[in-house]
């Protein structure tokens, strides 16, 4: 393997992986601009929503939660490509990790800066965001922390301050590397964000173990997360949501569409940056590997989940469950179901099919599937509560589409501008034993 | 003063340490300076550290702190919720546990500054080599009449320059 990364001489890899970040090509503006549209876009649909209310979104009652709260459940799933992978990844010593870990953490970041957004935009009143914070307003009044809303709260500040952090360690030798020969602003901005970084045995000590324990607190947070998340609804009394095994469920399926949400990613900057030595196939086949383990593991669970219901033929779980699987939303759900896990299984379940083009074909398949679960999960037991006669359907608004789209393209344009400012991929990580250089 | 010496071999490095250590001289006096980290066995060149301990400190320290401060709130606006009491600990645990891991959190990466030495230069006026991102360099702490012993030593155990350098 002669061209595996750690062969490559120190001088090629830093100009391999320093080279995306000097000049920007007309195609590069492009893009950004055009994603940077879509997400003002969004935001000036949510400012009508601020100056006209919830009313202009497709939420009625009984249906309270639609889009908004879906697309909380997808990101904060997506968040967990980075943690989760790159944590575990790192404490087991995958040396295959190392390209891998970087794209993987700035995922969640973003991520999380984005799902964090919706249960303030579900507000409706944004502007009251700050009644949720712990301290006593005018009327003298705490908020209630029995409250899921509140473990929410606690539980993304975690999150995103512990994936801030597991993103910002890494970056810091880099810095100090890319504060050497830059230009004044670059230099400046690295300088500082390198914290006077030498590079002596002290420094790589003390950074190592905060890695290695930062990898482990991070794991159990983002387990935690998602089963925060999973809480919102299985603390309820509704027909389908109150279930034990939502935690895990929730869970698996993060770390599902996570594993997705990496591999387009990175099969994406491999593509236009020119990465195809350090991102390779063999890296791509063990990502499907484990995309494929995900897969079977949210097949079980969600057989689990529904025979469950079906067996115990609950009048109020089995309309829900019919409306699901026979009724309006069944086109939504066999779909997911093909996406999910027929598609997967086939393209990466078959060794000779299982190409970088069909993993990445499988990856945007398995991240449309788990937005139909979320949608599936939220929308149609609001729209078949207990009473029959409050039976209801909900269709989302431009308003609400405009806002998702926005998240899409906030994200990409996130992920642009990090790419354009550090190094996509740990060059500290890549560099070969002085032994082993040309 | 200080000799900064340059190593290509990891093992010529580890030579030097052992030499150095053997004429006396202590962890607190070497630094290696190298472009990644450099693994040795132990008994090499060990830097203890506090960090796992702090960080379960912090959480324990912020963990509880929360937990207080829950139950102290509850108790300032009492709501009945759910027929639950009004401090529970099932339902405010979730805060406990992120709280909990926020203190493992900032405490882990609070210490990293202060270990490493980022935010506690432990001598503002010692040099810091350049390094050659194929090399490593081993700077030595030492008094002036030392300074040919610790030279012929990184020399002999294979170092590609050795350079005195005075306080920076």
């Given at each position: 393997?002669?061209?595996?990364?750690?062969?490559?001489?120190?001088?090629?890899?830093?100009?391999?992986?320093?080279?995306?970040?000097?000049?920007?090509?007309?195609?590069?503006?492009?893009?950004?601009?055009?994603?940077?549209?879509?997400?003002?876009?969004?935001?000036?649909?949510?400012?009508?929503?601020?100056?006209?209310?919830?009313?202009?979104?497709?939420?009625?009652?009984?249906?309270?939660?639609?889009?908004?709260?879906?697309?909380?459940?997808?990101?904060?799933?997506?968040?967990?490509?980075?943690?989760?992978?790159?944590?575990?990844?790192?404490?087991?010593?995958?040396?295959?990790?190392?390209?891998?870990?970087?794209?993987?953490?700035?995922?969640?970041?973003?991520?999380?800066?984005?799902?964090?957004?919706?249960?303030?935009?579900?507000?409706?009143?944004?502007?009251?965001?700050?009644?949720?914070?712990?301290?006593?307003?005018?009327?003298?009044?705490?908020?209630?922390?029995?409250?899921?809303?509140?473990?929410?709260?606690?539980?993304?500040?975690?999150?995103?301050t512990?994936?801030?952090i597991?993103?910002?360690?890494?970056?810091?030798?880099?810095?100090?590397?890319?504060?050497?020969?830059?230009t004044?602003?670059?230099?400046?901005?690295?300088?500082?964000?390198?914290?006077?970084?030498?590079?002596?045995?002290?420094?790589?000590?003390?950074?190592?173990?905060?890695m290695?324990?930062?990898?482990?607190?991070?794991?159990?947070?983002?387990v935690?997360?998602?089963?925060?998340?999973?809480?919102?609804?299985?603390?309820?009394?509704?027909?389908?949501?109150?279930?034990?095994?939502?935690?895990?469920?929730?869970?698996?399926?993060?770390?599902?569409?996570?594993?997705?949400?990496?591999?387009?990613?990175?099969?994406?900057?491999?593509?236009?940056?020119?990465?195809?030595?350090?991102?390779?196939r063999?890296?791509?086949?063990?990502?499907?590997?484990?995309?494929?383990?995900?897969?079977?593991?949210?097949?079980?669970?969600?057989?689990?989940?529904?025979?469950?219901?079906?067996?115990?033929?609950?009048?109020?779980?089995?309309a829900?469950?019919?409306?699901?699987?026979r009724?309006?939303?069944?086109?939504?759900?066999?779909?997911?179901?093909?996406?999910?896990?027929?598609?997967?299984?086939?393209?990466?379940?078959?060794?000779?099919?299982?190409?970088?083009?069909?993993?990445?074909?499988?990856?945007?398949?398995?991240?449309?599937g788990?937005?139909?679960?979320?949608?599936?999960?939220?929308?149609?037991?609001?729209?078949?509560?207990?009473?029959?006669?409050?039976?209801?359907?909900?269709?989302?608004?431009?308003?609400?589409?405009?806002?998702?789209?926005?998240?899409?393209?906030?994200?990409?344009?996130?992920?642009?501008?990090?790419?354009?400012?550090?190094p996509?991929?740990?060059?500290?990580?890549?560099?070969p034993?002085?032994?082993?250089e040309? | 003063?200080?000799?900064?010496?340059?190593?290509?071999?990891?093992?010529?490095?580890?030579?030097?340490?052992?030499?150095?250590?053997?004429?006396g001289?202590?962890?607190?006096?070497l630094?290696?300076?190298?472009?990644?980290?450099?693994?040795?066995?132990?008994?090499?060149?060990?830097?203890?550290?506090?960090?796992?301990?702090?960080?379960?400190?912090?959480?324990?320290?912020?963990?509880?702190?929360?937990?207080?401060?829950?139950?102290?709130?509850?108790?300032?606006?009492?709501?009945?919720?759910?027929?639950?009491?009004?401090?529970?600990?099932?339902?405010?645990g979730?805060?406990?546990?992120?709280?909990?891991?926020?203190?493992?959190?900032?405490?882990?990466?609070?210490?990293?500054?202060?270990?490493?030495?980022?935010?506690?230069?432990?001598?503002?006026?010692?040099?810091?080599?350049?390094?050659?991102?194929?090399?490593?360099?081993?700077?030595?702490?030492?008094?002036?009449?030392?300074?040919?012993?610790?030279?012929?030593?990184?020399?002999?155990a294979?170092?590609?320059?050795?350079d005195?350098?005075?306080?920076a």
């Open positions: 393997m002669a061209s595996a990364p750690e062969l490559l001489p120190y001088g090629q890899i830093r100009e391999d992986l320093f080279r995306p970040l000097g000049g920007a090509s007309r195609r590069y503006y492009l893009i950004t601009f055009a994603v940077a549209l879509v997400a003002i876009a969004g935001l000036v649909a949510w400012g009508i929503q601020l100056r006209y209310g919830m009313g202009v979104t497709g939420l009625q009652r009984p249906i309270f939660w639609g889009f908004y709260i879906v697309n909380f459940v997808f990101w904060i799933g997506i968040s967990h490509a980075g943690t989760l992978i790159s944590a575990i990844l790192r404490l087991s010593d995958a040396g295959w990790r190392k390209p891998v870990t970087r794209a993987a953490e700035a995922i969640t970041v973003f991520a999380l800066m984005i799902g964090g957004m919706f249960p303030i935009i579900h507000l409706g009143r944004a502007w009251l965001f700050y009644w949720m914070l712990p301290y006593p307003n005018d009327r003298l009044l705490w908020p209630n922390f029995r409250s899921p809303l509140m473990w929410d709260l606690t539980a993304i500040v975690t999150y995103v512990g994936s801030v597991y993103l910002y360690l890494p970056l810091i030798p880099d810095m100090a590397q890319l504060a050497e020969h830059n004044p602003w670059r230099s400046r901005l690295y300088r500082a964000l390198a914290l006077g970084w030498t590079g002596s045995d002290r420094e790589w000590h003390a950074l190592e173990r905060a290695k324990l930062m990898a482990g607190i991070i794991l159990a947070v983002a935690s997360v998602h089963t925060i998340v999973s809480w919102d609804f299985a603390m309820a009394l509704a027909p389908t949501w109150h279930s034990s095994i939502f935690g895990p469920y929730f869970v698996v399926g993060a770390i599902f569409s996570g594993i997705a949400a990496l591999m387009v990613v990175l099969a994406t900057i491999r593509k236009t940056m020119g990465l195809e030595r350090y991102l390779t063999h890296h791509f086949n063990n990502l499907s590997k484990l995309l494929l383990l995900m897969s079977l593991l949210w097949a079980y669970f969600t057989t689990a989940e529904n025979l469950t219901v079906w067996y115990g033929n609950a009048p109020d779980e089995m829900v469950f019919g409306a699901r699987t009724g309006p939303y069944a086109v939504y759900f066999w779909t997911m179901v093909i996406l999910n896990f027929v598609v997967p299984f086939v393209l990466l379940g078959i060794r000779r099919l299982r190409t970088v083009s069909n993993a990445v074909i499988a990856s945007v398949c398995v991240l449309i788990m937005w139909l679960e979320r949608y599936l999960i939220v929308v149609p037991t609001l729209a078949n509560p207990r009473t029959p006669s409050a039976f209801s359907s909900y269709a989302p608004t431009w308003i609400e589409l405009a806002v998702t789209a926005a998240t899409f393209a906030a994200l990409v344009m996130l992920y642009l501008i990090f790419a354009k400012l550090f996509i991929i740990a060059v500290w990580e890549f560099k034993h002085p032994e082993e040309d | 003063m200080h000799l900064i010496g340059e190593f290509r071999e990891k093992d010529a490095l580890i030579a030097a340490i052992q030499a150095l250590k053997a004429g001289f202590g962890p607190a006096d630094a290696i300076f190298s472009e990644e980290p450099v693994e040795f066995r132990s008994g090499i060149l060990d830097r203890p550290s506090h960090m796992s301990l702090i960080a379960v400190g912090g959480a324990i320290l912020m963990g509880a702190a929360a937990t207080g401060f829950v139950y102290y709130a509850q108790h300032d606006y009492q709501l009945t919720t759910g027929g639950m009491p009004v401090f529970s600990f099932w339902a405010t979730v805060i406990t546990y992120e709280m909990t891991m926020l203190g493992a959190v900032l405490a882990t990466f609070c210490w990293f500054l202060w270990e490493s030495g980022l935010i506690r230069k432990r001598d503002k006026t010692a040099p810091i080599p350049e390094v050659n991102p194929a090399a490593m360099c081993l700077r030595v702490r030492c008094l002036p009449e030392q300074a040919d012993g610790v030279h012929e030593a990184m020399y002999q294979g170092a590609t320059w050795v005195r350098r005075e306080q």
